[in-house]
């Protein structure tokens, strides 16, 4: 079987996106939704070895796909951590996180946080707490 007999292909605004086969698609990226607990900077390498990342969230409608993505009980890390004493949310691509824009971080934080996201909300987790990852690229 060929790789595009064994792709996600979705046709958007008149371009052919296409996502490997045990990817989501949507918006033009790609969502992988793993099953295993690790900690956020293993989750991160994971992704990495895919040529993906953890999800850095840019609108609504991605929040809610991801969200609705999600199976019940399995929390999964996001792009978006803290990394030094009173410093800001931060997502993976450098970009600092606009509180309240798209959602907010329920939750204590300290200089070692990472965001954990659930089907309902977001919230504040230490780095080293293992969860599910889920991994984030562009689509081809």
Not at 99 to 112: A, C, K, L, R, T
């Amino acid at each position: 079987m060929d790789f595009l007999q064994k792709a996600n292909i979705t046709s958007l605004a008149g371009n052919n996106y296409v996502c490997p086969s045990d990817w989501l698609l949507n918006q033009g990226k790609c969502y992988r939704f793993s099953t295993f607990s690790k900690t956020w900077n293993e989750s991160q390498r994971d992704c990495l070895k895919l040529q993906a990342h953890l999800p850095v969230i840019q609108n609504s409608k991605e929040l809610k796909f991801i969200q609705k993505s999600l199976k019940s009980g399995q929390p999964s890390w996001l792009g978006l951590c803290i990394t030094s004493p009173g410093k800001q949310w931060v997502w993976i691509n450098e970009h600092l996180f606009v509180e309240q824009e798209i959602f907010s971080v329920i939750g204590p934080i300290d200089n070692m946080s990472c965001a954990v996201i659930t089907r309902n909300q977001v919230y504040s987790e230490d780095c080293d707490s293992k969860f599910n990852g889920i991994c984030q690229r562009d689509a081809v």
